[in-house]
């Protein structure tokens, strides 16, 4: 089985609560977040792809040589790469994706379209790069015949392939059964991309996990199209937990959303559905009547609240006293 690896579509789907990109300064506060927390993948620029600017224009973004340029002090700091609707391919593109220093390119097309993809993966591979594809709408085919596409695609050169549940109309059984073939199918890895239109997107994704997917697509507070994706700290912190993707600093994941937060708020109106805060609490089994005893040795001891949290609650999550939260914040310290 491939190392489980997250990918954080933040700044690509997640533009889509903004507008169809984020505006630079977001932009590298988001990168400068997600890479100090080691977050390995990041998918970036419009929310319709490269090219989206032009061909559909998705002008409620930067252009996309900005999001190239923004994006270049933090290469070599994560995979990085951005979406192509198929649909919307012009091989120069392409060419500015390549000069532009990033890895790879992620082509999207609906299931049962994939024969549109053929041209600009191959024209992805001939310069390079890494070619990925997702399967939009991935519940309009059977498990089988999706697995068909993955199989034509693998033999063009394919390096990816990601289910995506765009609607989040999926249910944790099927994702079960869908990832099952494609994995049973083909040699590449396999990705799960979820929505939370039916609150499934943390559940489909450990589905997909236990059946072998290789990537799970995650957003910043859940920030994606619709009613979201999988919040990339729940998706850091559940996997964790079954001791994957340990790479990743979920303390600093938490501190970046800390920062961008508020902004988001005071500029969009976006709301966090679970703050860092109660996610500890569901991660630690702490109880939320002890939040004023943690806040109170976290500040005076100027550690991390959410790691005073989790490190108290090893030791006693039922009835955690002020000498025990006080005697581990000095531990942290020193």
Partial sequence: MELLQLMDCTLRDGANVVGKGFPADLTTMILKGLTAAKVPVIEFGNAGGIGAYEVAGFTQAETDETYLSLVKPYLGQAKT???LN??????????????????????GADAGDCGI?????????????????????????TPQELAEEAKQLEAIGLDEFTIMDSAGAMFPDEVSRYVEALVKAVKIPI???????????????VAAYENGASILDCGLM???????????????????????????DLYAL???????APVMKERY?????????????????AHSSFGKLFRS????????????????????RKNPNEDLVRAVAKRIKA
């Avoid at 198929?86 to 082509?107: P, S, V, W």
């Fill in 81 to 83: 790469g951005m979406f």
């Fill in 86 to 107: 198929a649909r919307r391919y012009r091989e120069n593109y392409i060419d500015m994706a390549k000069a532009g220093g990033i890895d790879f390119l992620r082509c």
């Fill in 117 to 141: 993809t053929f041209e600009p993966i191959k024209a992805i591979k001939k310069r390079g790069m890494e070619a990925f594809y997702s399967a939009m709408k991935a519940y309009l085919l």
């Fill in 191 to 205: 990705g799960f991309h979820g929505h939370n239109n039916l609150a499934f997107s943390a559940a489909n994704a």
């Fill in 222 to 248: 859940g920030m994606a199209r619709s009613a979201g994706n999988m919040p990339t700290e729940i998706c850091a912190a559940v996997m964790q937990n079954k001791g994957e993707m340990e790479d990743v």
């Fill in 254 to 260: 938490l501190e970046c959303i800390d920062q961008i």
């Fill in 269 to 285: 109106g976006y709301h966090n559905p679970i703050p860092p805060f109660d996610l500890i609490l569901g991660l630690s089994g």
């Fill in 297 to 316: 040795a976290a500040s005076e001891a100027g550690v991390s609240l959410y790691k005073l949290i989790v490190e108290v609650s090893k030791e006693n």
